[in-house]
C-alpha cells in the first residue's frame, strides 16, 4: 500500500510502527537518535494519520494490517528490514516477526498479552480516549495541551512523564485519535486477540515501568510466550518514546544492531 511516512538517516532499513489511534509522529522524540545508525522510516497505518484507509471489503485486523506493512515496504523494495513498533505496532512487529519477513522485531507494550478483565478495561479507555479527542472542541484542545495540569490528566493514560510532552505534540496527536476512520473496527478486532504465532525472526520485547493501559504483569505473559526476559523500561508509560527518549532509541539500537543485513 502506498502509505504516508518520514524517512531519515541512512544506512539499513528501521520501519517503526505506531499504536492504535496514533500516526508516526509519535516517533518522533526518537527519530533522529535512530537515524544517526539507520535509515528510518515511521509510517501511518491505514485508517490511521495522513494513510489512505484499506480497500474497500478488506477488515481492520491485525493481520491485515501487518499485510498492509508488508506490502509497503515491497512497494519501496525493502527486504527483510529491521522493524520496531509501540501497542498495537508492537504486535504487528511480532506478526511480521512471526512471517520470517524481518531481520529483527522490537516491541514495545505490545498488546495481546492481555487477560479477558484486561482487554476489556483496555478497551473502555481508549474508546473513553476516544470520545473525548472526538468531543473536544480545538480551542480547548490547544488550552489544555498548554496547561500542566490538564495535560497531565489528558496524557497521563499513556505516557508517565506528561510534562515532557510538546503542547503541539499532544494537540496532533489529539486531532489523529478523533480523526482516524480504522479506529473503531481495529480496536472491535482485537476482541479475542491473541499472540502471534512462534517467531522465525530475533525479537526483543521491552515494557513501560508505568503503563497503565496494558499494565506491566502483561510483560509476565510476554516473556513467557518468547521465552525470555523482557526488558523494563524504567519511567516510562505505555507510549515510553516522549518519556524517556534516549532509553528507548538505545533499546531498539542494541536489539536490532547485530541483526543489520550485510
Known amino acids: ?28 522524540p526518537v527519530m533522529d537518535r535512530l537515524a544517526a545508525a539507520r535509515t528510518v522510516i515511521a509510517l501511518d497505518l491505514p485508517g490511521f494519520g495522513d494513510s489512505p484507509e484499506l480497500p474497500a471489503g478488506v477488515p481492520y485486523t491485525p493481520e491485515s494490517l501487518a499485510d498492509a ?6 512497494l519501496l523494495g525493502i527486504r527483510e528490514p529491521a522493524v520496531a513498533g509501540n501497542s498495537l505496532g508492537g504486535y504487528l512487529a511480532l506478526e511480521l516477526a512471526a512471517r520470517g519477513v524481518v531481520s529483527s522485531a522490537v516491541a514495545l507494550s505490545p498488546a495481546g498479552f492481555w487477560t479477558r478483565s484486561e482487554f476489556l478495561y483496555a478497551r473502555t479507555v481508549l474508546r ?18 498548554e496547561e500542566p ?14 510534562s515532557r510532552l510538546e503542547p503541539m ?4 496527536a489529539t486531532q489523529a485519535l478523533a480523526a ?43 516473556a513467557r510466550w518468547s521465552g525470555q526476559r523482557v526488558k523494563l523500561l524504567n519511567g516510562c508509560g505505555h507510549v515510553p518514546m516522549s518519556d524517556d527518549p ?17
Open 1 to 28: 500500500m502506498d502509505l504516508a511516512f518520514e524517512r531519515r538517516g541512512t544506512g539499513a532499513p528501521l520501519i517503526l510502527i505506531h499504536g492504535i489511534g496514533h500516526h508516526w509522529q509519535a516517533w518522533l
Open 69 to 74: 506493512v508488508e506490502s509497503f515496504c515491497a
Open 169 to 172: 505534540a499532544l494537540i496532533a
Open 128 to 145: 473513553a480516549l476516544r470520545a473525548t479527542a472526538r468531543a473536544l472542541p480545538p480551542e480547548q484542545a490547544a488550552r489544555m495541551a
Open 180 to 222: 482516524a476512520p480504522g479506529f473503531d473496527e481495529t480496536l472491535a478486532s482485537f476482541e479475542g486477540l491473541m499472540p502471534p504465532g512462534p517467531p522465525k525472526s530475533p525479537i526483543t520485547i521491552a515494557w513501560g515501568e508505568h503503563d497503565r493501559l496494558l499494565p506491566r504483569r502483561q510483560a509476565v505473559r510476554a
Open 246 to 262: 534516549a532509553l528507548v532509541a538505545r533499546v531498539i539500537l542494541d536489539a536490532i544492531q547485530p541483526f543489520a543485513p550485510g
Open 149 to 162: 495540569a490538564s495535560r497531565a490528566l489528558s496524557a497521563g493514560m499513556l505516557v508517565a512523564r506528561p
